[in-house]
């Protein structure tokens, strides 16, 4: 057998400059890797085809470049991919949990708002399972009039054949996680994993390359903490390697906002115009002093 090969990886997407935020992901994923550039593989998660932008990429590129950060070839662009993706998607069509949904945003926020409920989770309000209870006769009639749908994630049947007790976690910080079906239910849901502008979602992609990839370690921020739970799940569903993973802090400004690729005057390559050296930046970033660049 070939020796084992440790593998991390940064995965951004092209729809804006990468911003401090995005530095302190792409540094610890590099830690991680020891700097080594065959530990490290650089991902563009460019399945959004409406706001990624080739230029986009070409600045992610060159600021990882500043940043002294090197990395194994090829680079993978999941737009390259889709077919990877829908043979997926069938395959959990094939195996019953998927069902596609034709409710609009208004539909979801009207439907939850006659039983008073107004559900958080991952992404927003959590689907009250409206189109779980169509019948294939009425799926198949919507589907003929070209009404567009999203394919959800049967939560409860996949639930049902891959109990929550097999779903079990390690975060490098947090130590060992055991989500549980009722968290699964009310925090996920019944998620998207395919609409007709996105192809496949988020959630299937990421699960999906980093096992193609043989991702020993994923390193990213906590705010994707709760959408691991999900991806674990994907993955005993779909026999896929189970990575270790690292959920690092959330960098936030002076007043606890998160950062965005919309905050363009922390942009790395705002900052490089600037004259900030990549060492100052890291010291900054790596303790959480980031008022000195909020001016």
Not at 91 to 109: A, N, S
């Amino acid at each position: 057998m070939p020796p084992f090969l440790f593998k991390t990886r940064f995965a951004p997407s092209p729809t804006g400059y990468l911003h401090v935020g995005h530095a302190l992901s792409a540094w610890c994923a590099w830690e991680d890797a020891e700097g080594h550039d065959q530990n490290f593989i650089l991902r563009i998660e460019d399945i959004d085809q409406t706001r990624c932008k080739p230029e986009y990429e070409s600045a992610i590129i060159e600021d990882l470049k500043w940043l002294g950060i090197k990395w194994a070839q090829p680079i993978r662009r999941q737009s390259e991919h889709f077919a990877d993706y829908q043979q997926t998607l069938d395959h959990l069509t094939q195996q019953g949990l998927l069902y596609p949904c034709f409710c609009t945003r208004k539909d979801i926020e009207e439907e939850i708002s006659s039983i008073n409920a107004a559900p958080h989770g991952l992404e927003g309000l959590v689907y009250p399972k409206t189109c779980a209870h169509l019948s294939s006769g009425e799926r198949e009639e919507k589907i003929s009039s070209g009404k567009p749908y999203a394919l959800r994630l049967n939560m409860a049947e996949s639930l049902r054949r891959i109990p929550a007790s097999r779903l079990i976690w390690h975060d490098r910080i947090k130590g060992k996680q055991e989500p549980t079906a009722n968290l699964l239910t009310t925090t996920l849901g019944d998620v998207v994993l395919a609409r007709k502008d996105t192809p496949s979602s988020y959630h299937l992609c990421v699960t999906h390359d980093d096992h193609l990839q043989n991702i020993s370690l994923v390193t990213r921020c906590q705010d994707l903490f709760f959408a691991t739970h999900l991806h674990r799940l994907l993955q005993e569903i779909l026999g896929y390697n189970v990575p270790e993973y690292h959920h690092h802090a959330l960098l936030t400004d002076a007043q606890g906002k998160r950062f965005s690729k919309r905050d363009n005057g922390l942009t790395l390559r705002e900052l490089r115009n600037k004259g900030l050296e990549p060492d100052q930046l890291r010291h900054i970033i790596m303790h959480g002093n980031i008022s000195e660049i909020l001016v």
